[in-house]
């Protein structure tokens, strides 16, 4: 016999003792092996559906009928399955609108208009959910506006949501990474204006600059320190390096 109708035998069987997990698991290794029988798809389909997935058993039940479906009541019952779970069609447009209004958002960010991409994605939060992506459009739009402490409440409701993708854990790294270098920034500033000749001050103050994004005051910030130090080929190096990010 067949090792696809063996575990589909032993799945009907335990459907008959409640065990619908365990035969789950059996009815998709009979409709994935072995020769594509419609029957097959269909028990997995009902399977899907008595365990709540849904969308899995609508597409089991398309897959039986495009095999032909078999028996009239499996036809029967399939179709009216996928009828009853169709979403609606004014759904379908409301879900299509707020796709654009989100894609319309995520093109005001590229751009950098922060204000307009905030108009778009702030409201999708109450119409369409607090969802990993929608936060972290909205705390991208609030960093850019630099409303920094609302963009941090957003992304970290965001990595609190079990599957957050990737893309929130980098924005919400690059926030406390910006945040630590004004930080340092701060207190290296102060440094040098107390002591003008303090070469590790000047130094890293260059440092930190060129991680912020700005070449130039790195680069006075290292012709300074070069004064101080003239031999210090650490920081000509650093002054090439602003060079060569510059194109010259």
């Known amino acids: ?18 065990r619908h997990l365990e035969a789950l698991a059996l009815f998709r290794e009979a409709a994935t092996t072995g020769r594509d029988r419609p ?3 269909f028990a997995l389909a009902s399977a899907y559906l008595r365990t709540g997935q849904v969308e899995e058993a609508r597409t089991e039940f398309r897959r039986f009928l495009d095999l032909g479906g078999g028996d009239p009541a499996h036809e029967a019952a399939a179709l009216k399955v996928l009828e009853r779970t169709e979403p609606s069609t004014s759904l379908r447009r409301d879900l299509e609108a707020i796709r654009r209004r ?18 778009r994605l702030e409201p999708l939060l109450a119409e369409y959910g607090r969802t990993p992506e929608v936060l972290n459009g ?3 739009a609030l960093l850019g506006l630099g409303r920094e402490d609302e963009a941090l409440a957003r992304l970290e409701e965001a990595v ?15 926030l406390h990474f910006q945040r630590g270098c004004r930080t340092a920034l701060a207190a290296l500033t102060a440094a040098t204006e107390q002591d003008p000749r303090s070469l590790v001050a000047w ?10 994004g700005d070449h130039d005051a790195a680069e006075a910030a290292w012709r300074r320190a070069l004064e101080l130090d003239p031999s210090d080929r650490g920081i000509r190096a650093n002054l090439d390096l602003v060079s060569r990010r510059r194109g010259i």
Not at 1 to 18: F, S
Not at 102 to 119: I, S, V
Not at 203 to 212: E, F, K, S, T, W
Request: glycine letters at 10%.
């Open 1 to 18: 016999m067949e090792p696809d109708v063996v575990a589909y035998r032993r799945a009907v069987e335990l459907v008959r003792q409640g």
């Open 39 to 41: 029957l097959e798809h």
């Open 102 to 119: 989100f894609d319309e958002g995520l093109a005001y960010l590229r751009a950098g208009g922060f204000q307009a991409a905030l108009e």
């Open 203 to 212: 130094y890293n103050r260059g440092i930190v600059h060129m991680a912020l």
């Open 160 to 174: 609190a949501v079990p599957g957050s993708p990737p893309e929130v854990l980098v924005s919400l790294g690059r």
């Open 138 to 140: 909205v705390a991208s």
